[in-house]
């Protein structure tokens, strides 16, 4: 059998934690996938998955295995389809899924741009603040914030925006502007409640580290609502600077406590696992990337 096609089922398997789940989504019976694995055990003379209570687990050796199958199975991907890039254009449709605000203030203003470029290709773009399933919903792409929750996504990361703890001038002249970490818990603060969010940060400075728990009267689940009370004063927040860019730039909104340090929000392109990264989507990921990392 083909190394590659034994390598494709094999992380199959691991990401799908089972035999018959694998089979299933490769269209298989279990036998089949069942000798597969045997096969190769059999070849490489090692023992690559083990039973559990919860299913099939890679052992030391099989997580090993598992990391380079994959990267030689999407280098392989990459190469046929840099084969078929070179001799067709964007066409079709593209399916994006991403956050509403992120996508209202950074991606939509620009997309005319990206238009313009590929003619005959059109999108699709799911905008909501949570995560959904990629391969259930038939999306090619997805750009997500913060750490991944699921190592077994095809994801990398285009951008980066510091953190700061933000508010407008108003609420800072009626609350006053902290001057250290620990004052925060004096202030009102608007609590994004979705994953990268919350109460509790962690803040450095140098050899200091500082945790910091914050309160207020007012709990979002959307980064639209964090916007909308923040600029009616409602109190201060902790969130990436990509949330109030244009309100800082123009002094409406300002960042305190510069001179500490909060964890950075990562921006990722996710992929659907299993499925070849198409060119369309690569081709807006590099447009996303060029939009938020501009040259100097």
């Known amino acids: 059998m083909d190394r590659l096609i034994e390598m494709e089922t094999y992380i199959r398997v691991v990401e799908a934690g ?17 000798k597969t694995i045997a096969r190769l055990e059999e070849r490489l003379g090692v023992r690559l998955l083990l039973r559990s209570t919860r299913g099939l687990t890679p052992s030391d050796v099989g997580q090993r295995f598992y990391e380079h199958a994959k990267r030689a ?9 840099a084969v078929r890039d070179a001799s067709a254009g964007l066409s079709g449709t593209l399916r994006v899924s991403a956050a509403v605000t992120f996508a209202r203030m950074h991606i939509l203003p620009k997309l005319p741009g990206f238009l313009e470029q590929h003619p005959d290709l059109d999108i699709d773009l799911r905008l909501s603040d949570s995560n959904i399933d990629l391969i259930v919903e038939g999306m090619d792409v997805a750009l997500r914030m913060g750490a991944l929750q699921d190592s077994g996504m095809t994801a990398r990361r285009i951008a980066q925006s510091p953190r700061r703890v933000v508010g407008t001038s108003t609420y800072f002249a009626r609350a006053g502007v902290p001057q250290t970490p620990q004052e925060l818990s004096q202030h009102q603060a608007i609590i994004y409640s979705q994953r990268g969010g919350g109460e509790n940060w962690h803040f450095r400075q140098k050899d200091q580290h500082v945790e910091v728990s914050l309160s207020g009267r007012v709990r979002v689940s959307a980064a639209e609502g964090m916007r909308t009370t923040l600029l009616a004063h409602l109190g201060l927040a902790v969130t990436s600077e990509w949330m109030f860019s244009p309100e ?4 409406e909104v300002q ?6 340090q909060l ?4 921006l990722w392109a ?3 696992s299993g499925r070849l990264v198409s060119a369309k989507a690569r081709a807006f990921v590099a447009f996303v990337e060029s939009v938020l990392n501009p040259p100097d």
């Open 18 to 34: 089972s035999f018959s789940m694998a089979a299933k989504q490769l269209n298989l019976g279990q036998p089949a996938i069942s």
């Open 73 to 81: 199975v999407i280098e392989a991907d990459e190469a046929e389809q």
């Open 248 to 251: 800082l730039a123009q002094g």
């Open 255 to 260: 960042a305190v406590l510069s001179d500490w």
């Open 263 to 266: 964890p950075p929000v990562d």
């Open 270 to 272: 996710v992929f659907p």
